[in-house]
């Protein structure tokens, strides 16, 4: 076992204290007092109005989903749109602008396949 | 990174574009409700499939070509391209009857296939450790969703979501071991890694560097069910749509072990003993564990998931020894690929055959099928005789030259296991054949059964004859195998 | 219209469509028999039989014997064109079967000046049969079926003939057996039947054994040798260069492989499954245990002739067991009643003849009395096929005579063929036999000349004895069924008259010098075999001649004394029988051969397999201990094994993790 070995084992140590530590930490030295008032979930100190465990329509899963697909692209369109001055002064702008635009077909060819599935329409 | 002629990478990418257009296509069709229910998305699905296995059999007979950025387009490349464009489409060919006998013709299906199908290429052709991974997580997203894609049915969500969470947790692993190996290297070039590899390996960047490559080895122990990554397959197969079962246990296998094979040789074996007796243990414990869990087995889809994870311990018996002839044992583990995929297959075609319109695979439900449909009994038989590896099948010479250069390699002990293990696996592949063949049928069941769809029928006889022709002569293929492989390791 | 062939199709594909041409036919019915299986032949409404397909398979089923027979032609036309004298292709290796590090096996074919002259016997008397079987076969349910297997007979033997190694000969080799061992249980509704299948295919396997133990041996010949297993140790050119090599194991080798030649040829004392094989259809008798595959031996030592010329020793037995068998099987056939049966030991005694020329080192002399013989015998067989067909499955000659009224066409050719086994001149057979018969007494081998000699005197006794009783003299038939008696349909005529042109004029192959011919098939065959020494000036023409007069009236006197006594003297024989009752009972029974071999071989076995192997060895030691024993511990482990999986994915990441984790310490630390 080399020096480097116990490196490795050094950080998955820490890493295992750490976690295991806060939680152990934390059922050590909080005080427990359990009772009606302390289990009841916490909203703004007011007492909550209905069950948490609330059953959502699927489509904000739907709608969280597909917005999460056009989040990244906006994220990946940011950096691409920030160094792409650089490429057309180096002569490949053609080259890094049809990369994109592939990429943003992909996606509207999703979209397009959304669209025509009925995931955008609110009402059946 | 930009590569000097556009008209090379758009020639050597054409196969899988026309893959992408079709898997497109099929997408867009379904989103229209006319065409959902048309048969000719699947069509248009195999008319992709079959024109981009044209493409790259020319490209594989017109040689090897070059890496260009993170891809590599050798021969062998071609060739794993080709087994999965052809898995695809016999799968393509089995799920269309067995969508129409349960009323479930939906062209995403199709798209899945294709896609998925596309991040196989990827994997294969992939000669950086990211593009590897996003071919990696392309092919695994898409068979996630068709494993569980009848939606009614809960073994099959059962089988999606466990393979998407150990899926998800192995990906994990892989992703920390390219980080690793981006950290000791400064790069993610498997050429280039391998360059600086002796280098790192005496440096004090030593245990990282291992560490990294250690992950790799877990991540993709995990994709092609290696003990202990393993526990996820027999439920997966068990749960999942039978011809997707067969696509998994083909094309998946075949993408990784291909990738794997590429890796290994181009890193793994230069860590010399450290891998040998890594491969060793896990080729020995991925052999013992899947036979004998497969002899408990009374679901033939459960049994061929155990069969496949004891076929991936054949195979990393080869890839222990790779380090001693490249050459011989590559060769040896595309020929066993080809084997496996083309006996798997069948074998999954016939159970799907005798489903029927249910997915029952009990396989007390075989009894009397030598009476109700003697050739899809035939036709089992031989695949199980070729799983089993009896002469003169395809299995057999898979078997044959696996087998001989791991023991020219010296591992002779390893071979005797692996023997033994093949000894094993005798008791439960004969064990369908005994009760096709001797067991009375129940009275309930009718004595004549319809006659099977034609798409199916020619995914059985292609595999059955390919099986038993390349048994005969197997020096053609082995020819072939050998060309695939002499590129890639120059 | 040759230059039209030949501009689109090159001789190499000529070769190969020999053997592919059956091979389509017998895939072609195949398929068809496998299809009409499931709907059944079986009898409509008028009770008539019923079978689809009949006339389909029965024209692809001869059409296609007839094209390879011509591609035979044409290769032969084309190659004796190029080159005068020597005519020798080899396709090379067409397709590589296996390739191991020390042994590669090519598939390819060979055609010289042997395997050309067998593949014409083949095609042409096999396409004959048939067109011969059309007409037997008319009124069978199995028809396609059994052209089905006919082709595929005729695919494996020319694969036989023509492979340009000894392991693809074997597959030829094994392939014929499997088609002989189908078609003798052609009808295996009947348990008979079924069993001479069987017996022949048994009895072959131990001529097999020793097949396969000379191959070993070769190969190991060979890899001693050093030659280059890229070559292929088994091919033929390949083996003939090395032959030096063989010498020290030439007895061993030479007499394994004849082990082989004696189960596939019939000769003693593998013999006895041949006249049992009667029981398939007579076309078959005729085109596989007449014509062509029990010649396969004949031809397998004619090919290996660089190996046995190494060995005096070994020719010396194939030559004494040759002539014994010669003379064994003639005796039988002298007492046989059953048409067929007298054939096939008739047949059995003329295979014997060739070992016995090739004994003597006189290949060509078997190889043209193979070729003379399937000519005659086929005839033979068709003819009495034909009798049999007229008299609607009647076998017994003592329940016939007088047919020659009746069936005037199968009466003459058949009587041609009987000339010819009888060897009276100038029929095919006269030549050939005393070809043999001359080199056994020129070659100082006055012992085997004169069991040869014998032997030639009781074969004319027992075919003219047949020839009499069946078509000459009263009948034995009710009168009313022998005026019902009609000829066979043309197409199983016109075999019969092209044989019988064969039969008697085939001799002109080789008409010995003296005779102011020349012996072309000797010369033809000089390429391959070599020209046999003879052991000096010991024989003259005048003895030749002598010799030939001699033989020739020897024959006629035992040919007109077998008719006289079976046309006009039919007590005499159960006079003679009943004066020399021993003799004739040892004969009738055929010497009790099948009953020693049962006593002596297959009981004892029987025993001991009983008692050791079955009780013993398999029933306890395999079975109870070994089987179940390792069955039953595997089973716990698999069970064992099987808990883990638990259904939990839980507890499969935790699986995964640990796994994980031995990993990393195995390789990182």
């Not at chain 2, 009848?150 to 994990?172: M, V, W």
């Not at chain 3, 078609?183 to 008979?192: C, K, T």
């Not at chain 3, 010329?309 to 099987?329: C, N, R």
């Not at chain 3, 009972?585 to 297959?602: A, Q």
């Amino acid at each position: 076992m080399t020096l480097n070995g116990l490196g490795l084992f050094i950080l998955f140590a820490f890493a295992l204290l750490l976690a295991g530590g806060m939680i152990a930490l934390s059922s050590v030295l909080g005080r427990q007092k359990p009772s009606a008032g302390h289990l009841i979930p916490y909203e703004c100190g007011i007492d909550p109005v209905a069950k948490p465990r609330h059953r959502l329509h699927v489509k904000f899963f739907l709608i969280a989903v597909i917005f999460i697909i056009f989040d990244v692209e906006v994220v990946f369109l940011y950096p691409w749109a920030v160094v792409f001055r650089d490429f057309v002064a180096r002569g490949e702008g053609l080259f890094v602008f049809l990369e994109m635009m592939i990429f943003l077909g992909v996606l509207v060819i999703g979209l397009l396949y959304l669209w025509g599935r009925g995931a955008l329409e609110w009402e059946e | 990174m930009m590569p000097t002629d556009w008209s090379i990478v758009l020639n050597l990418s054409l196969p899988w574009i026309v893959v992408f257009a079709a898997a497109t296509v099929t997408l867009l069709a379904s989103a229209s409700a006319r065409l959902r229910t048309s048969p000719l998305v699947a069509l248009t699905a195999l008319a992709g499939i079959i024109t981009a296995f044209v493409l790259s059999w020319q490209q594989w007979i017109s040689g090897s070509g070059p890496i260009i950025a993170t891809l590599a387009f050798d021969r062998l490349s071609s060739f794993g391209w080709l087994l999965i464009l052809g898995i695809a489409a016999l799968t393509i060919l089995m799920s269309f009857s067995y969508l129409q006998d349960r009323h479930a013709g939906h062209p995403e299906y199709y798209a899945l296939l294709l896609f998925s199908a596309i991040g196989m290429g990827v994997l294969i052709s992939g000669y950086d450790l990211i593009t590897i991974f996003i071919g990696l997580e392309t092919m695994s997203v898409a068979i996630y969703a068709l494993a569980g894609f009848f939606r009614e049915r809960p073994q099959g969500n059962e089988a999606a979501l466990k393979y998407f969470l150990t899926g998800a947790f192995a990906s994990a692993f892989l992703l920390f071991g390219i980080a690793f190996l981006f950290g000791t290297t400064g790069t993610t070039d498997v050429g280039m890694i391998a360059a600086q590899q002796n280098q790192v390996l005496s440096s004090d960047l030593r245990s990282s560097f291992l560490f990294g490559l250690a992950m790799l080895v877990i991540g993709f122990g995990f994709k092609v069910a290696a003990v202990p990554f393993h526990a996820w397959a027999p439920d997966v197969y068990d749960g999942a749509p039978t011809p997707i079962t067969a696509f998994m246990a083909t094309a998946v296998k075949v993408a990784a072990f291909i990738a794997f094979l590429r890796i290994a040789s181009a890193v793994l074996v230069l860590t010399g003993v450290l891998w040998e007796h890594l491969a060793w243990g896990l080729a020995v414990a991925t052999m013992l564990v899947g036979n004998l869990a497969a002899i408990a087995q009374d679901n033939i889809k459960r049994m061929l998931a155990y069969s496949s994870i004891a076929h991936a311990g054949y195979l990393l018996v080869a890839f222990t020894a790779l380090a001693q002839d490249p050459t011989g044992l590559s060769r040896g583990i595309l020929f066993y690929l080809v084997a496996y995929l083309l006996m798997t297959l069948g074998a999954f075609a016939v159970v799907t055959a005798t489903q029927e319109t249910g997915e029952a695979a009990d396989i007390n439900l075989l009894a009397g099928l030598s009476k109700r449909r003697p050739w899809a009994a035939a036709m089992l038989a031989l695949f199980l005789f070729s799983l089993t590896g009896f002469p003169p099948t395809i299995g057999f010479f898979g078997k044959y030259y696996l087998f001989l250069g791991t023991v020219k390699a010296g591992f002779i002990w390893l071979v005797v296991i692996a023997l033994l293990n093949s000894a094993i696996s005798a008791y439960y592949y004969l064990r369908p054949i005994v009760v096709m063949y001797f067991h009375e049928p129940r009275e309930t069941e009718e004595k004549h059964a319809l006659p099977l769809a034609s798409p199916l029928v020619a995914v059985i006889a292609i595999t059955a004859i390919s099986v038993f022709l390349f048994g005969l002569l197997p020096t053609n293929l082995l020819a072939i195998v050998e060309h695939s492989v002499m590129a890639f390791l120059q | 219209m040759l230059e039209f062939v030949y501009h689109y199709i090159s001789v190499q594909t000529l070769v190969w469509l020999i053997v592919a041409l059956p091979l389509a036919g017998a895939v072609f019915n195949g398929s068809l028999a496998l299809i009409t299986a499931h709907h059944g032949g079986g009898k409509d409404h008028h009770g008539h039989h019923h079978t689809p397909f009949r006339t389909l398979a029965s024209t692809v089923g001869v059409l296609l014997p007839f094209a390879a027979f011509a591609a035979a032609l044409l290769c032969f036309v084309t190659l004796t064109g190029f080159e005068e004298g020597a005519p020798s292709l080899i396709t090379g290796p067409l397709s590589q079967w296996t390739a191991f590090p020390g042994l590669t096996i090519d598939i390819g074919l060979k055609v010289d000046q042997l395997s050309l002259v067998m593949a014409l016997v083949v095609t042409g008397v096999g396409s004959l049969i048939h067109l011969y079987s059309i007409g037997y076969m008319s009124h069978d349910d199995g028809v396609v079926r059994y052209f089905a297997e006919l082709n595929l007979f005729l695919f494996f033997m020319l694969i036989l003939v023509l492979a340009d190694n000894l392991v693809l000969m074997f597959v030829g080799w094994e392939g014929v057996g499997l088609c002989s061992y189908l078609l003798i249980g052609f009808w295996f509704e009947d348990p008979a039947k079924a069993k001479a299948g069987t017996k022949a295919f048994v009895v072959n396997r131990i001529g097999d054994a020793g097949f396969l133990l000379g191959l070993f041996l070769i190969y190991g010949v060979m890899a001693a040798a050093g030659a280059d297993p890229a070559t292929g140790y088994f091919n033929f050119e390949t083996m003939s260069r090395y032959a030096p090599f063989f010498q020290p194991l030439a007895t061993v080798i030479g007499l394994l492989l004849f082990v082989g030649a004696c189960g596939k040829s019939a000769q003693i004392p593998l013999y006895v499954w041949l006249p049992d094989a009667m029981a398939g259809p007579t076309p078959v008798s005729a085109l596989i245990h007449a014509a062509t595959m029990v010649t396969a031996g004949v031809y397998m030592v004619v090919r290996l002739n660089f190996i046995y010329v190494l060995s005096p020793t070994a020719l010396e037995v194939i030559a004494y067991v040759g002539a014994a068998t010669a003379l064994f099987a003639a005796t039988m056939g002298l007492a046989a009643t059953d048409i067929k049966k007298i054939l096939a030991y008739s047949t059995v005694s003329q295979l014997g003849y060739m070992f016995l020329a090739c004994g003597l080192g006189a290949f060509s002399a078997a190889i043209f009395h193979l070729v003379t013989h399937a000519f005659f015998k086929a005839l033979l067989f068709m003819g009495a096929g034909s009798v049999i067909h007229a008299l609607h499955g009647e076998q017994d000659i003592f329940k016939m005579g007088g047919l020659k009224p009746r069936l005037p066409v199968t009466c003459w050719t058949f009587l041609i063929a009987s000339l010819a086994l009888a060897g009276i001149v100038p029929t095919a057979g006269f030549f050939s036999k005393d070809a043999i018969l001359w080199h056994a007494y020129s070659s100082g081998h006055v012992g085997l000349w004169l069991v040869g000699f014998v032997s030639a005197g009781l074969t004319a006794f027992y075919i003219f004895r047949l020839v009499g009783a069946v078509f000459f003299g009263s009948t034995n038939l009710p009168v009313d069924q022998w005026k019902r008696v009609v000829e066979s349909p043309v197409s199983m005529l016109i075999p019969l008259i092209l044989l019988g042109f064969l039969s008697a004029f085939g001799g002109l192959l080789g008409v010995p010098e003296i005779l102011g011919g020349s012996d072309r098939l000797g010369e033809w065959l000089s390429g391959v075999v070599p020209l046999v020494g003879h052991a000096g000036g010991g024989a003259s023409h005048a003895a030749e001649i002598i010799l030939m007069v001699v033989a020739t009236i020897w024959a006629a006197n035992w040919s007109i004394l077998g008719w006289v006594i079976y046309t006009q003297r039919r007590d005499w024989p159960e006079r003679m029988a009943a004066r020399f009752r021993w003799v004739y009972r040892l004969i009738v029974n055929r010497y009790f051969v099948d009953e020693i071999y049962d006593r002596l071989i297959v009981r004892p076995l029987i025993g001991v397999s009983r008692v050791f192997f079955w009780k013993t060895i398999d029933a306890t030691a395999i079975d109870a201990i070994m089987v179940h024993g390792t069955a039953n511990t595997v089973g716990v482990w698999a069970r064992a094994v099987s808990l883990a999986q638990t259904g939990v994915v839980q507890q499969y990441l935790l699986y995964f993790l640990l796994g994980a984790v031995i990993v990393v310490v195995a390789v990182a630390l």
